[in-house]
């Protein structure tokens, strides 16, 4: 039933409130509604029902009932562990997700929206009612002609002006506003950092809704959280915790609000909340626990600092620049304390020119590696039943391996041993003069050989393969095993990589010392990478910050 009200005295208005109270939430958002979008009081409808097909997202009662049935899940949530350019960018394109990440069924429109109207140009300024209703006529899809165009304003940043005019031409129009169009101009606030805006848009959705969508809370969050209202975004994040377990982005969003006001107890301890829920912390966040720490005298602090610093070793993380250069700084301004930064190249020989310190040896002891080598057998070899491919490359290498006088044991599959394009037989008998060869059955795991043969070969044996050994270490069942794997990978892995012509192969050289966070307690050695790009478990950086207390 939709009821539509004009004006009414404030006695007739409490006597009809008297008869169907009901209604009451919908009445105050009307007014929140009116007086967000400049409705001018002669035009003002009393009642929008914010149409969602959620069964998440519900209308308040205040008899506790329901007043229209359940129906389907939406099909408009964002997923949250993406960054905001990325997230802004899905939104105007209709490329909705779950908050699992799982793609769903997409609406006709939101098609439509995304392939033919991808390129629609949203106007400069505001519109009168009259004029986006000629706008809509002459549109190919009218029916779809809000969601597209509010997709193209999240897309080109429009001002929140002219998204205003468009959605008070709906309530004007229709007398509702759809959740869809709601979110997405929801969106264009938290883009644009619009902190009134989002909290009125939270105002209608909490008295409107019982609980809201994931998409909605990764919004309202990220937007309060940079805004002087980020306390709000802890409350929301309460909520989400009632119905489901946060995101990453909704943790990390409200860690760096509480940072940003130097609430550093707080942000901590939503950052071991984060971790007990198995949450893996972005780099993005970490900094910003140094970032925000700097110059302050809290031993606490520092010890959760340093807490990063192992999490990092750990997990075998490597900081970027920009990240190192934060941890650099917090180090030299802590109070009291004289530690000073520089970066440096370590030797060969594992020792650092900086301070003359000796890094930590990549070799396991006889006891770990023997129980590594064991579970290896166990748990990777045993259980294997993936499939990889042998490159044509093999013979460039092999060359390049003969030339360093070491002997070499080839693992192959036996349809090498077929004369073909890719494995011409007068190359095969060449290489097998170079090295001792194992071929396996075509369909066998092939690189669970290599581990097998480097691990009986003993702890001096290293091995080159392109292979990043992720679904290997995935295999091993506690961390303690899978922290010795990285280890021993770290020490006995070749990195290589073809030339661009192809004809030539480059080899880096496994370290002799181990390439990890490290400290003595006087001094921290941290490698870093230049850039943001991942780096996998065996390509390892090859510059350090060492850090000296004085």
């Known amino acids: 039933m939709m009821v539509l009200f004009s004006q009414t005295s404030q006695q007739g208005m409490q006597a009809l409130l008297g008869k169907c109270r009901i209604f009451w939430p919908v009445l105050r958002c009307q007014q929140l509604f009116a007086v967000y979008f400049n409705i001018p009081n002669t035009e003002k409808v009393s009642y929008f029902s914010f149409r969602t097909s959620s069964s998440t997202a519900l209308p308040v009662d205040s008899k506790g009932t329901d007043v229209f049935p359940t129906k389907k899940r939406s099909e408009i949530e964002y997923e949250?562990?993406?960054?905001?350019?990325?997230?802004?960018?899905?939104?105007?394109?209709?490329?909705?997700?779950?908050?699992?990440?799982?793609?769903?069924?997409?609406?006709?429109?939101?098609?439509?929206?995304?392939?033919?109207?991808?390129?629609?140009?949203?106007?400069?300024?505001?519109?009168?009612?009259?004029?986006?209703n000629r706008l809509r006529e002459n549109f190919k899809s009218p029916e779809i002609f809000e969601d597209v165009m509010l997709n193209s304003m999240v897309r080109c940043n429009s001002p929140i002006d002219v998204a205003k005019?468009?959605?008070?031409?709906?309530?004007?129009?229709?007398?509702?506003?759809?959740?869809?169009?709601?979110?997405?101009?929801?969106?264009?606030?938290?883009?644009?950092?619009?902190?009134?805006?989002?909290?009125?848009?939270?105002?209608?959705?909490?008295?409107?809704?019982?609980?809201?969508?994931?998409?909605?809370?990764?919004?309202?969050?990220?937007?309060?959280?940079?805004?002087?209202?980020?306390?709000?975004?802890l409350t929301l994040l309460e909520e989400v915790k009632k119905v489901t377990t946060p995101s990453r982005t909704n943790y990390e969003s409200c860690i760096k609000a509480a940072s940003r006001h130097r609430e550093m107890n707080l942000a901590c301890e939503l950052y071991h909340e984060m971790l007990a829920k198995d949450l893996v912390p972005t780099l993005d966040v970490l900094q910003a626990f140094f970032d925000f720490s700097r110059g302050m005298k809290d031993a606490e602090l520092k010890k959760e600092l340093f807490g990063i610093l192992l999490y990092l070793r750990e997990n075998q993380i490597y900081p970027h620049r920009t990240f190192m250069r934060s941890i650099k700084l917090w180090f030299e301004s802590i109070p009291g304390e004289n530690w000073r930064g520089h970066l440096t190249n370590i030797k060969d020989s594992g020792q650092c020119p900086v301070c003359n310190h000796q890094l930590e040896d990549s070799d396991l002891t006889e006891e770990e590696y023997n129980n590594l080598r064991e579970r290896i057998i166990t748990d990777v070899i045993h259980g294997s039943d993936t499939f990889r491919k042998t490159s044509p490359q093999l013979f460039y290498a092999v060359n390049c391996l003969a030339k360093e006088n070491v002997r070499l044991l080839v693992l192959g599959r036996k349809h090498m041993l077929i004369n073909s394009s890719n494995w011409k037989q007068e190359i095969m008998k060449e290489i097998q003069?170079?090295?001792?060869?194992?071929?396996?059955?075509?369909?066998?795991?092939?690189?669970?050989?290599?581990?097998?043969?480097?691990?009986?070969?003993?702890?001096?044996?290293?091995?080159?393969?392109?292979?990043?050994?992720?679904?290997?270490?995935?295999?091993?069942?506690?961390?303690?095993?899978?922290?010795?794997?990285?280890?021993?990978?770290?020490?006995?892995?070749?990195?290589?990589?073809?030339?661009?012509?192809?004809?030539?192969?480059?080899?880096?050289?496994?370290?002799?010392?181990?390439?990890?966070?490290?400290?003595?307690?006087?001094?921290?050695?941290?490698?870093?990478?230049?850039?943001?790009?991942?780096?996998?478990?065996?390509?390892?950086?090859?510059?350090?910050?060492?850090?000296?207390?004085?």
């Open 80 to 132: 949250g562990e993406t960054g905001w350019d990325e997230e802004s960018k899905k939104i105007s394109e209709g490329k909705l997700f779950s908050s699992s990440g799982a793609p769903k069924k997409l609406l006709v429109s939101q098609v439509l929206s995304r392939h033919k109207f991808a390129k629609v140009q949203p106007p400069e300024k505001p519109l009168q009612a009259e004029e986006w």
């Open 165 to 233: 005019s468009l959605l008070t031409s709906v309530a004007k129009s229709d007398g509702d506003i759809g959740y869809n169009l709601l979110i997405k101009y929801l969106a264009l606030c938290v883009q644009q950092r619009k902190t009134a805006e989002i909290c009125d848009v939270y105002d209608i959705m909490k008295m409107r809704f019982k609980i809201l969508e994931s998409g909605a809370y990764n919004l309202l969050i990220r937007g309060l959280s940079n805004s002087d209202q980020w306390r709000m975004a």
């Open 433 to 550: 003069n170079k090295a001792d060869f194992f071929f396996a059955e075509n369909i066998s795991e092939d690189d669970a050989f290599l581990l097998y043969a480097t691990l009986r070969s003993g702890k001096h044996c290293k091995f080159v393969t392109r292979d990043f050994l992720r679904d290997h270490k995935a295999c091993l069942s506690d961390s303690l095993t899978r922290h010795l794997f990285r280890k021993w990978q770290r020490g006995h892995q070749i990195v290589f990589s073809p030339s661009a012509e192809g004809k030539h192969i480059n080899f880096l050289p496994a370290f002799n010392y181990d390439c990890v966070v490290q400290t003595t307690g006087n001094t921290w050695h941290i490698p870093y990478k230049d850039t943001f790009e991942e780096r996998y478990s065996y390509q390892v950086p090859r510059k350090w910050l060492c850090l000296q207390l004085k």
